[in-house]
């Protein structure tokens, strides 16, 4: 989903788990101040990057 609001690329992405509620509401607003995604991962597993 990233891919398709930062097609080319973003200078920052900011990781947040996505087992936690708050962690995605304090995400938020700093990818947005930031210009970048927010990318959620599990406490113990971070997905492959896509090479799309």
């Known amino acids: 989903m990233s ?3 930062f097609p ?3 200078a920052v992405a900011v990781v947040a ?3 936690v509620y ?3 509401l304090a995400a938020g607003p700093a990818a947005d101040q930031l210009g970048g995604p ?3 991962v599990k406490k113990d597993h971070v997905p492959e ?3 799309r």
């Open 49 to 51: 990057v896509d090479p």
């Open 38 to 40: 927010v990318l959620f």
């Open 17 to 19: 788990s996505g087992e």
């Open 8 to 10: 080319s690329s973003a």
């Open 3 to 5: 891919r398709e609001f």
């Open 22 to 24: 708050a962690d995605g």
